[in-house]
C-alpha cells in the first residue's frame, strides 16, 4: 500500500491546526513545523509517525480545521 504524500503548504497548515488543538509546544507540532520548512524526508517521516500517535480526536479536530 502506497503512503499518501502531503505537501510542504498542506502541512505547515496542519501544525497551525495542530498548535490551536494540543498546543504550540507539544511535540508533534514542533516536528510538523520543522518538516514543513525543512522538507526533509527524515522530518517528514517523523512528523507522520507522530501525528499518528496522536488521540484520534486530536487528529480528527486538526483535520476537521484544515477542511474550513
Known amino acids: 500500500m502506497e503512503e499518501t504524500a502531503i505537501d510542504r503548504e498542506a502541512m505547515g497548515r496542519l ?5 490551536f488543538v ?8 514542533i516536528a510538523l513545523k520543522a518538516a514543513a520548512e ?11 509517525t507522530l501525528f499518528l500517535r496522536l488521540k484520534q480526536s486530536d487528529r ?5 480545521m484544515l477542511e474550513d
Not at 501544525?15 to 498548535?19: I, N, R, S, V
Not at 525543512?38 to 517523523?46: C, L, M, T
Not at 480528527?60 to 476537521?64: N, P, S
Open 15 to 19: 501544525a497551525k491546526a495542530l498548535a
Open 22 to 29: 494540543c498546543g504550540a509546544d507539544h511535540p508533534t507540532t
Open 38 to 48: 525543512s522538507g526533509i524526508e527524515r522530518d517528514i517521516k517523523n512528523a507522520r
Open 60 to 64: 480528527r479536530a486538526a483535520l476537521a
